[in-house]
């Protein structure tokens, strides 16, 4: 393989980041030179609460070598108590007080939202870059994500888009980029890898779409980019095939044509990085990267206990 794991784990956990940070820019600067020139004036890419939360679950499986749904409530429950300004939507912080107030648990408090059927946002997507890493070759993936969601987002298709968006990082991270990119055994993929009907059939439009060459504007128009996963994860993912040999092509497509910037920055970025590794984002992104150290260290770490 041209690009070794570790590089690939690197070019994930930054890259998720990075596309959180920018994206979070992009939704002030909304054409591509006024976001680059953003990008180059900023001393800081400072992130959101997408890459605080993956943050919070990669040091919990890391201390517990695995998801354990109380341990991974309690950490994110902490970070957020600690970084309250991050930019959290308002599902995660009921769950944190609600658990703290009347000691029932994460799981319970996030199914009790949205009158029992459970959030679908794509809050369990956007910090999913850990479980995929750890959990690539493993055939427990799905059950793994759709755990470490579950802890704030109890509807089946904010589990499921969760899930299939950790299985695209997992496939990314084995692919050999130096190759031609095998677009059509990734989007069935997807689709086979899907348990509810809104997931598949949206994965079911990325290979349409991909297929077709579809203008991005008028794919995202047909995929979505709102805070449901269903509405925007499949938009992350269509921005990857697009242009899947370039991180920065890859970013830009699924930060600059509106809609939940940041997560789509995420989810984007998470693929991409994992594809093509750690050298493929620029240099001068990395350097300005908020707790870029952490992260790097945070990669070693989830790299080192897979081996």
């Given at each position: 393989m041209g690009v070794d794991l570790k590089a690939k784990y690197l070019g994930a956990m930054?890259?998720?980041a990075l596309g959180d940070a920018i994206g979070e820019l992009a939704f002030w600067n909304r054409e591509r030179e006024g976001l680059s020139d953003a990008v180059e004036r900023s001393q800081e890419l400072r992130y959101t609460d997408d890459t605080a939360m993956a943050i919070g679950l990669a040091e919990s499986i890391l201390e517990k070598r695995g998801i354990d749904q109380h341990h991974l409530g309690d950490t994110l429950s902490r970070n957020f108590f600690q970084e309250p300004w991050r930019g959290y939507a308002p599902g995660p912080p009921t769950i944190f007080s609600l658990v703290r107030s009347s000691g029932i648990s994460y799981v319970e408090a996030?199914?009790?939202l949205f009158d029992g059927?459970?959030?679908?946002?794509?809050?369990a997507a956007m910090r999913i870059t850990p479980v995929a890493l750890v959990f690539h070759d493993a055939g427990s993936l799905y059950e793994a994500a759709a755990a470490s969601a579950e802890v704030t987002h109890g509807h089946p298709v904010g589990k499921d888009g969760a899930a299939v968006l950790a299985w695209a990082i997992a496939q990314a991270l084995k692919l050999d980029p130096e190759r031609e990119f095998p677009a059509e055994t990734f989007t069935q993929g997807l689709i086979d890898f899907a348990r509810t009907e809104q997931i598949r059939s949206k994965m079911?439009?990325?290979r349409a779409l991909t297929r077709e060459e579809m203008p991005p504007h008028l794919a995202a128009n047909q995929l979505g980019r709102s805070v449901a996963v269903d509405e925007s994860m499949p938009f992350a993912i269509f921005s990857f095939l697009r242009h899947a040999q370039s991180f920065e092509g890859c970013l830009l497509c699924a930060i600059l044509h509106g809609g939940d910037r940041d997560t789509l920055g995420a989810m984007a970025g998470a693929i991409s990085g994992a594809h093509l590794g750690?050298?493929?984002i620029p240099l001068p992104w990395r350097q300005k990267l908020e707790n870029g150290t952490l992260l790097e260290e945070l990669a070693t770490s989830l790299h080192e206990l897979t081996r």
């Open positions: 930054l890259g998720s996030a199914r009790s059927a459970g959030s679908l946002g794509n809050g079911a439009l990325v750690i050298e493929a």
